[in-house]
Each structure stands twice: as structure tokens, then as C-alpha cells.
């Protein structure tokens, strides 16, 4: 199985402040066919369920922020995002589907000083 | 607007079944792999089963093999979920999700509790 190691667990910024979450995998989620990376970030506000927000490990979903910004390749990613609103609040997760079992990183918790 | 909503879960005891409905609407269904997805009270998020668009393939996670089997109707725009022999890890919030690369909708859950 394909290991996706997120760091860090929680961090705490305040609004307006750039924040930066890491997240690895144990093997590369390059597929030389397309020159895709098969690696999606999620959203999971508290009480609700996750959102769909990065695929590809930089496609932007449609009514996303362009605030949320994905970048990476083969086994390193992030997820920055470039001027934190209150409402970001949020646990965040990365997931790779480049092979069965699609497997999740344990998440990165999001608070808002 | 995409919809997905579940349905089923209940408090069951250890060693029993039940079977979770998944309701689709507001795209073609049968265009789509499906997927169940489990949270833990908790915990982050674990891939449980995906189905392919007609039925003929399903994939499951180790830890559920021969215990549940997913299946879909087309013609109902309806996912389920099979759980048989439950154990108290299996408790979690149950999601239906879209399958194709990645998971891009999610309906808002239902609870599966087991536990005696």
C-alpha cells in the first residue's frame, strides 16, 4: 500500500498569514504515461464531509478560492494557502489514487488564532 | 446540482449485517465508479470499497474482504453497501462518494455503530 505521510498534524495561524501544509508519499505518484500526479487535496470542515478541492496535485477544483494553491511532484506536495480566511477552518487531508488501495494522510489540522 | 445521499446506519450488534443505500441524483450515474469511504469517530478518512461503473469489478480494502460486498443499481441511481460479521472497527461515519479520479462528490454521511 502506498504510505502519505502529512505534517504537520495541527498548526495555528491567524487571518491574512500564508500557511504551508507538506505531504509525502511512500512511492511516486507520477504516471509517465500522462505526466500526471495522481494526488487530490480535501477539505473537512468540522460536522461536515470532505470537499474536493485540488486534483491532480494542482488542478484547482471549480468554485475554489484561487487562494488554495497545490504544487509538487512524484513523492513531495503542498498545499499553501496564501492568505488564511476564518473560514478555512478546516482539517486537510491529501489523498493518492494512483493505485488500489486509494489511501488518505492522517491530515493536517487547521486553526484559526 | 450533484446529490448523494445514505442511508442505513443504525446501531447493530457485533457479528451482525446490514446493508447501506447510497442515493443518487443531478448527474448520470452510470457513467460513474462509485466508492465507499469511512471515518472513524474521530479519526481521518479510509477507502472501504469502489465499484466500476456496470458492476463487473469491485476492489475492496484488506480489513473488509469477504465481509462486504459492494453493488450498484443503475436503473435506481442507488449504491450499496453490504456489511456482514461487523465488528466494533467497523464503526464509523459511512460516505458514498463519486470514484473517478478522484473523489469529487460526497453525500453527508451515515453512522454505523457496532457495538453490544
Known amino acids: 500500500d502506498i504510505v502519505m505521510t502529512q505534517t504537520p498534524s495541527s498548526q495555528a495561524v491567524s487571518a491574512g498569514e500564508k500557511v504551508t501544509m507538506s505531504c509525502k508519499s511512500s512511492?511516486?505518484?507520477?504516471?509517465?504515461?500522462?505526466?500526471?500526479?495522481?494526488l487530490a487535496w480535501y477539505q473537512q470542515k468540522p460536522g461536515q464531509s470532505p470537499k474536493l478541492l485540488i486534483s491532480?496535485?494542482?488542478t484547482r477544483e471549480s468554485g475554489v478560492p484561487d487562494r488554495f494553491i497545490g504544487s509538487g511532484s512524484g513523492t513531495d506536495f503542498t498545499l499553501t494557502i496564501s492568505s488564511v480566511q476564518a473560514e478555512d477552518l478546516a482539517v486537510y487531508y491529501c489523498e493518492q489514487y494512483y493505485d488500489t488501495p486509494l489511501t488518505f494522510g492522517s491530515g493536517t489540522k487547521l486553526e484559526i488564532k | 446540482e450533484v446529490q448523494l445521499v445514505e442511508s442505513g446506519g443504525v446501531l447493530v450488534q457485533p457479528g451482525r449485517s446490514m446493508k447501506l443505500s447510497c442515493a443518487a441524483s443531478g448527474f448520470t450515474f452510470s457513467s460513474f465508479p462509485m466508492a465507499w469511504v469511512r471515518q472513524a469517530p474521530t479519526k481521518g478518512l479510509e477507502w472501504v470499497a469502489t465499484i466500476s461503473t456496470s458492476g463487473g469489478s469491485t476492489y475492496y480494502r484488506d480489513s473488509v474482504k469477504g465481509r462486504f460486498t459492494i453493488s450498484r443499481d443503475n436503473a435506481k441511481s442507488t449504491l450499496y453497501l453490504q456489511m456482514d460479521s461487523l465488528r466494533s472497527e467497523d464503526t464509523a461515519t459511512y460516505y458514498c462518494?463519486?470514484?473517478?479520479?478522484?473523489?469529487?462528490?460526497w453525500g453527508q454521511g451515515t453512522l454505523v455503530t457496532v457495538s453490544s
Open positions: 462518494t463519486t470514484d473517478r479520479d478522484p473523489l469529487a462528490y
Open positions: 491532480w496535485a494542482s
Open positions: 512511492q511516486s505518484l507520477l504516471y509517465s504515461e500522462n505526466k500526471k500526479n495522481y
